[in-house]
Every structure is written in C-alpha cells, then in structure tokens.
C-alpha cells in the first residue's frame, strides 16, 4: 500500500509526504530539522504529541503517480508556505511572486 500522509505538529503546522514502502506505523517523514527545532524549544521537546492522518493510499498506483499525487496535496494544504508548514518542494511562492 502507498500513502500521502499528513502530519500535525503541536504548533499546529504540518508536513505532507509519502510512504511508497507501507510502512505506514513507523514512518514520519523528514521535514526540517532546522525549521522544527526553530520552532521549539528544548522544554517543549520534553513531552512532544504529532498527529499522522492518511490523506490517500493505493495499492495500484506508480511510484510517480504517488509523487505527483503528492506535490498536488502539499500545495492544496499549504505545507511548503512556511507559515503553516515543514515542506520544502514544491518551493512556495507567494501571490505575484516571480522568483
């Protein structure tokens, strides 16, 4: 089984990725360890609670219909906008931004 997840962080930013191996139990993601750690400090580490929802999952589908899949999600959640999220690609890009 493939999966796009969603995980929701304490401060209630995400980060959205993909499992292509079910591995669904185990697997969190890698998102910015720097941006995390910006984030919190060391006393919020100390008892740290991450929700992971499945937003899609497939047993057909291609491993780059899954990446696809999954840039389409992060920008429909606004994951890459560091705002609100962890992603780094697809790179956000404000209104009128054309850099």
């Known amino acids: 089984m493939k999966v796009i997840y969603k995980i929701t962080y304490p401060n209630g930013k995400i980060y959205v990725g993909s499992d ?3 591995s669904r139990l185990t697997y969190f993601g890698s998102p910015s360890k720097e941006s995390l750690y910006q984030d919190f400090d060391l006393s919020e580490l ?3 609670t991450i ?3 499945i ?3 497939s047993e ?3 491993d780059s219909e899954v990446r696809r899949r999954e840039n389409v999600l992060i920008v ?3 994951a890459n906008n560091p705002e609100y999220g962890y992603n780094q690609r697809p790179r956000y890009r404000k209104t009128g931004d054309l850099g």
């Open 20 to 22: 292509l191996t079910d």
């Open 46 to 48: 100390q008892d740290f």
């Open 51 to 53: 929700r992971k929802q």
């Open 55 to 57: 937003l899609w999952q």
């Open 60 to 62: 057909t589908a291609t």
């Open 76 to 78: 429909e959640h606004a």
